[in-house]
C-alpha cells in the first residue's frame, strides 16, 4: 500500500486574529446530510460554507463543533433587499433555529449580480441579526469574483472596475464597519487557462520558485511565486484606491480540477493535489503575501465533493476532494495533525502512542521496504536497535521516511499510526 498520501490539515484555529484556517465548500448537491457530517468529522474538517442553508444539513451538523457559514442563495436577495421583515423571517427560520447547536459563524450573500440590491441586502441581515442578538456572533458579507479587480499585476497597480465603483464602495465601507471580510474567490486554474496557458503552470500551482522566475512588481520590487498572493495583494491595493485599508480578506474559494477533457490536460490528479497541498501549507503557516507578510487568509477549498451531474466542461465537475461515495478522487488522506506555526520548522514524525501494534508493525515493514528507509541501524548489535521495542524502531523508521520525503504533507500518517511532533523521538 502507498502511504505517500496527500494530507490535508483542518484545525480550529487559535483565538488569536493572525491564524489562519483552512475551510472546505459544500455544494448542493451532496450524499444524505448525515453521511456528510460523518466524513467532515472523520477527516477532522473543521470549518465549511454551504452554498444556501438547508435545515437538514444544519441538523447535521449539530453538536459538531464545526463552524458553518451558509449563503442567502441569489433569488432571494431582491425580497431581502426591499424588506427588514423579510429579512427577519429568514433569519428567524433559517439561522435562530439551529444557533448556537449548529455553530454557524457566517452568512455569505451570494452575488452574480453587483447591484445596490445587494448592500441593501446585507445590511438587512445583519439587522435581523442584531434583532435576534446574534449581531455578534454571526458575520456577514458576500464574496466577490477576483474578475472585478483590474490589472491586477503588478498587484501594487491593481484597482477594481471602476464602473462598479458606486456599488463597491459603500458595500466595502459597510463591511468595514462591522467589522467584517472582503470575501474574494481566486481560482488560478481558470485564469491560467484564460490566458491561453502563457501563464506558467508552476506560478498557477504554487510551486517554489527561483527568485529569476518569479514575477516581479517593479512598483514595489516584491517577487511573486504564485498567482494566488499576487491576486490577494492586488486585492488589498484594489480597496486601497477606494482608501479602505482594515478590512481583512478571506478567500471563499480555490482549488483545481482533477480531471478534463482532451483540451484540458493540466486538470489532473497530480496538478489538484499539488495545488491543494501548497495551499493548505501556505494558509496554515501564516505566510501571507510578499507586501502583508504573516497576514493570514483564511481560505475554503472548492469543493468536498465532485459534481457529476453538473453541466458545462468536464473540469467544472471535477474538483471535489471525493466522490460521492465519500472516496477520494485521488491519492488523498484528510487527517488532523499538530502543525508547528511557530519560529522553528523543525518537526519529527513518531509513531503514535497506542497505535495497534499489528497495523504499526506493517507500517514499519513498508518503510523498510517499499519506503525505500534504511533499517539496517535498527537490527541487532547496531547504533539504533536499542531501545528494543516496535514504538521506538516504528518512530526511527517514519522519521527517517519524513525526512527524505522533505517531510512533505502526507508523509507522517502511516495508514494514521505516525504523528507528526516537535520533540525529537531520539529524547
Known amino acids: 500500500m502507498e502511504f505517500l498520501l496527500f494530507l490535508l490539515v483542518f484545525i480550529v484555529p487559535a483565538a488569536a486574529a493572525q491564524d489562519a484556517f483552512i475551510g472546505v465548500n459544500i455544494g448542493t448537491n451532496t450524499p444524505n446530510p448525515t453521511q456528510v457530517a460523518t466524513l467532515l468529522k472523520a477527516h477532522n474538517i473543521h470549518h465549511v460554507r454551504l452554498y444556501n442553508a438547508d435545515s437538514n444539513m444544519l441538523l447535521a451538523l449539530a453538536n459538531t463543533g464545526i463552524a458553518v457559514a451558509v449563503s442567502l442563495p441569489n433569488d432571494q436577495i431582491a425580497p431581502i433587499s426591499l424588506s427588514n421583515s423579510t429579512a427577519a423571517k429568514w433569519v428567524s427560520h433559517n439561522i435562530v433555529p439551529h444557533h448556537p447547536t449548529t455553530n ?66 459603500p458595500t466595502l465601507k459597510f463591511l468595514q464597519s462591522i467589522n467584517s471580510y472582503f470575501m474574494i474567490n481566486i481560482h488560478p486554474y481558470l485564469d491560467y487557462v484564460q490566458s491561453n496557458r502563457t501563464m506558467p503552470l508552476d506560478y498557477a500551482l504554487f510551486k517554489p520558485l527561483p527568485t529569476n522566475k518569479a514575477a516581479q512588481d517593479t512598483n514595489t520590487h516584491l517577487h511573486y511565486s504564485s498567482f494566488f498572493d499576487s491576486m490577494i495583494d492586488s486585492a488589498y491595493s484594489a480597496m486601497a484606491d477606494l482608501n479602505i485599508t482594515n478590512l481583512p480578506i478571506m478567500v471563499m474559494e480555490s482549488g483545481w480540477p482533477s480531471k478534463g477533457g482532451a483540451d484540458e490536460p493540466d486538470a489532473n490528479p497530480e496538478n489538484a493535489r499539488t495545488y491543494n497541498t501548497n495551499l493548505v501549507k501556505h494558509v496554515l503557516n501564516n505566510t501571507g503575501t510578499p507586501r502583508h507578510p504573516g497576514i493570514a487568509v483564511s481560505t475554503y477549498i472548492y469543493e468536498l465533493y465532485n459534481e457529476d451531474t453538473k453541466s458545462g466542461p468536464l473540469s467544472g465537475k471535477d474538483w471535489g476532494l471525493f466522490d460521492m461515495n465519500g472516496d477520494p478522487v485521488y491519492d488523498l488522506q484528510l487527517s488532523a ?86 520533540i525529537s523521538p531520539s529524547k
Not at 441593501?120 to 435581523?128: D, E, G, P, R
Not at 434583532?131 to 498587484?155: D, M, Q, R, Y
Not at 513518531?350 to 513498508?366: F, I, N, P, R
Request: neutral net charge; proline residues 6%.
Open 104 to 169: 454557524i459563524t457566517t452568512i455569505c450573500i451570494n452575488s452574480n449580480l453587483l447591484t445596490p440590491l445587494l448592500l441593501n441586502a446585507l445590511k438587512n441581515i445583519h439587522l435581523a441579526l442584531i434583532a435576534s442578538n446574534l449581531g455578534n456572533k454571526i458575520k456577514v458579507s458576500t464574496p466577490f469574483p477576483s474578475t472585478i479587480i483590474l490589472n491586477s499585476f503588478p498587484p501594487s497597480q491593481a484597482f477594481f472596475n471602476r464602473s462598479l465603483n458606486h456599488i463597491l464602495l
Open 337 to 422: 495533525a499538530v502543525v508547528a506555526n511557530g519560529t522553528s520548522n523543525q518537526t519529527y514524525c513518531t509513531a503514535k502512542t497506542g497505535a495497534e501494534a499489528s497495523t504499526l508493525q506493517a507500517a514499519l515493514d513498508w518503510a523498510c521496504g517499499a519506503g525505500k528507509v534504511d533499517c539496517s541501524p535498527l537490527m541487532q548489535g547496531k547504533p539504533c536497535y536499542e531501545p528494543d521495542t516496535l514504538f521506538d524502531h516504528a518512530s526511527y523508521a517514519f522519521d527517517i521516511y519524513y525526512n527524505l520525503m522533505g517531510k512533505a504533507p502526507g508523509s507522517c500518517d502511516f495508514n494514521g499510526v505516525a504523528t507528526i511532533t516537535s
